[in-house]
């Protein structure tokens, strides 16, 4: 396995380019499976979970090519051998569950594992399955297995009341909602860039799709849907993770490729803490000039608010801020698995419950800590790169899952860090 070890070395400058959104290109793919025609995804990111997910898809006797050195993906569902998807591959990741709608929409039937995929709590599926429910499918939970099946005719349209926001059982719905017969309304649906983004493109391929972006989605089922082309938008939760690496450790750094409107609660945050963002030709430029940052308190929401994706991040940020912060953690429970190794650099944190309290010390210093989680382990990185000493962050192939070229991008501002095998 693999170390990080990260020496705090003073101020970055310089430009980091921002990939695809892996949230994005995973739902994206499975979209796949609802065509005979193919689709091909261009900017997509370089990932674990990317690769994990073209093996499923595989599995089920799609083809994948990888082409531009990963950064376009060109699928094809014409000849597909299977519809059930296996505990092996799915178990590797919980982005996993989304192929269960487009298989169930275009074949009728489809079987396919209980995910398993990040320990940040408990994390059901049983939104997904209602939805698939509203449609009128039959389901049954078997060996480990959901074994699923459209009526007679394939699904049909439907309202599908989410009792609370989730983005996973939203994408789910709203690709299985293409292929039903009749319009389906998704209430209370996520609002989130990667939704609209799962929209566009399966309005190119010819779904009929209102309201994307809203909480409220309607969609016109329609016969088949053909082939497209698609850009990946850009990762909002990359681009807040490289936006934190000046405001903790000074600088200015350009993020290429990012836009306000993609993080506004969180650069709102940033500003309140004493960092400047501005919006460029190319980019976002953010910068840090003064001392130290104040202290703010942030709630995790699902979007336009603050994402839960950034909190670890921005918790490593106020772990030496003016004066103490509140985070509160709203979406998953037992996501504060950063604490105690940001304790262990000699951060002061106190977690309650879903509430962490940060009082700002004057500095952290390096120290041996392990990654629990792809958001927890860049949290560190950022944490080591304000850091006095070495930091050594183990366990980093959850890193792997969600961040490209983590130490080229930081290495290309100045910061000082390599890739070890671990000893
Ligand atoms: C997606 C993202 C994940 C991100 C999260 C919140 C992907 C692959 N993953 O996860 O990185 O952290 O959004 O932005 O895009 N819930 C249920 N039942 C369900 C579904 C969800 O109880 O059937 C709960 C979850 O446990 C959680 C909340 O709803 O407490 C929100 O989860 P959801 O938005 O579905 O997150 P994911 O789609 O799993």
Redesign the pocket.
């Known amino acids: 396995m693999d170390q990080i070890i990260v020496t705090g070395n003073g101020p970055l400058s310089g430009q980091i380019p921002i990939a695809g959104a892996k ?1 994005a290109c ?2 994206l793919m499975p979209a796949t499976l609802l065509s005979e025609e193919p689709l091909t995804l261009t900017n997509a990111p370089r990932l674990s979970d990317i690769r994990t997910m073209t093996t499923l898809l595989q599995s089920l006797g799609a083809e994948v090519q990888s082409l531009q050195d990963g950064q376009v993906l060109a699928m094809s569902s014409h000849d597909l051998t299977s519809t059930r998807a296996e505990y092996d591959i799915v178990r590797k990741m ?2 996993s569950i989304l192929v269960l709608g487009p298989l169930l929409a275009r074949f009728g039937h489809a079987e396919v594992s209980l995910p398993g995929g990040c320990a940040i ?9 209602k939805a698939f429910e509203a449609m009128g499918a039959e389901l049954e939970l078997r060996d480990g297995y959901v074994h699923a099946k459209a009526p007679v005719g394939g699904l049909r349209g439907g309202i599908v009341e989410f009792p ?6 939203t ?1 789910n719905a709203l690709m299985a909602a293409t292929l039903a017969k009749g319009t389906t309304v998704l209430m209370n649906a ?1 609002r ?1 860039p ?1 939704i609209v983004d799962l929209a566009q493109c399966l309005q190119k391929m010819g779904a009929q799709i209102d309201g994307e972006g809203t909480s409220e989605i309607t969609v016109q089922g329609v016969d088949r849907l053909g082939g497209a082309t698609h850009r990946v938008v850009t990762d909002r939760i990359e681009l807040g993770t490289y936006m934190l690496a000046p405001a903790i450790c000074g600088g200015e750094v350009e993020c290429l490729g990012g836009t306000i409107n993609l993080l506004a609660a969180f650069c709102e945050k940033l500003d309140a803490a004493g960092i400047s963002v501005e919006e460029t030709p190319n980019g976002l430029k953010v910068a840090r000039k003064g001392g130290r940052v104040s202290a703010v308190d942030v709630t995790t929401e ?1 979007f336009p608010g603050f ?3 950034l909190q670890a991040q921005m918790m490593a940020l106020l772990c030496t801020a003016e004066g103490t912060s509140v985070l509160e953690e709203k ?3 037992n996501r504060f698995m950063h604490a105690p190794e940001l304790i262990r650099m000699g951060a002061s944190i106190d977690v309650h419950g879903g509430t962490a309290t940060v009082k700002g010390v004057d500095h952290l210093k390096g120290a041996p800590v392990m990654a629990t989680d792809l958001r927890a382990s860049v949290s560190l990185i950022l944490a080591g790169l304000a850091a006095e000493g070495e930091t050594v962050v183990s366990r980093v192939y959850h890193l792997d899952r969600g961040y490209e070229h983590v130490v080229r991008k930081l290495e290309g501002v100045g910061a000082k860090i390599e890739r070890v095998k671990e000893q």
């Open positions: 949230n995973l739902t919980r982005a709590g408990a994390r059901p599926v049983d939104l997904h399955l609370f926001v989730s983005v996973g059982a994408e996520a989130e990667e699902p994402p839960t994706d979406i998953f429970e």
